[in-house]
T-cell receptor, first 110, second 115 residues
């Protein structure tokens, strides 16, 4: 079973920031938090991952709660190309085997 | 550089036939995964290879499904006696390691249609 909870869908306006939440209350100490996104008719694309500290890369930022029971993916300036399903996933055991949930469908309005 | 390559991109087969789906991972990646995604559904884990270790086959839905990885590189997923419920997009991913901090790189999948 997926160990994360995400809203089914969210909407954003173009050029505005987007905060995608994820709850993972049963996270263990060795679980990494990964985010992937899937655009229509494509395979999933890696976005970002973290363990305890907040992370930034060219695509997004990941804010991790101090107790690690939740995290937020931040897209700083949404574009139409960011419309996708976003998956928040905890790594399984000590490996990077990913068990996908249903994700959040992000719609971006012009 | 080259990403994960899957072939064919589309495959239509008749019920009862066998099919083989191919995955070429990124060079040097030791871990390889197969997933499938039925229409409008999430991704379902099938099988995982890491180096020379025994594969994790815990996600294979039936004994009609099998996979091999030759020489630690190319992988083939075989479905015998295909059924209509096997229709899905089959996705392959590779990663440079199998620890929790190694991201997966996915191909664009093979769309299998069983008629």
């Amino acid at each position: 079973d997926a160990k994360t909870t995400q809203p089914n869908s969210m909407e954003s306006n173009e050029e505005e920031p987007v905060h995608l939440p994820c709850n993972h209350s049963t996270i263990s100490g060795t679980d990494y938090i990964h985010w992937y996104r899937q655009l229509p008719s494509q395979g999933p694309e890696y976005v970002i991952h973290g363990l305890t500290s907040n992370v930034n890369n060219r695509m997004a930022s990941l804010a991790i709660a101090e107790d690690r029971k939740s995290s937020t993916l931040i897209l700083h300036r949404a574009t139409l190309r960011d419309a996708a399903v976003y998956y928040c996933i905890l790594t399984w055991g000590a490996t990077n085997k990913l068990i996908f949930g249903t994700g959040t469908l992000l719609a971006v309005q012009p | 550089g080259a990403g994960v390559s899957q072939s064919p991109s589309n495959k239509v087969t008749e019920k009862g036939k066998d099919v083989e789906l191919r995955c070429d991972p990124i060079s040097g990646h030791t871990a390889l995964y197969w997933y499938r995604q039925s229409l409008g559904q999430g991704l379902e884990f099938l099988i995982y290879f890491q180096g020379n270790s025994a594969p994790d086959k815990s996600g294979l839905p039936s004994d009609r499904f099998s996979a091999e990885r030759t020489g630690g590189s190319v992988s083939t997923l075989t479905i015998q006696r295909t059924q209509q419920e096997d229709s899905a997009v089959y996705l392959c991913a590779s990663s440079p390691g199998d620890r929790g901090n190694s991201p997966l790189h996915f191909g664009n999948g093979t769309r299998l249609t069983v008629t």
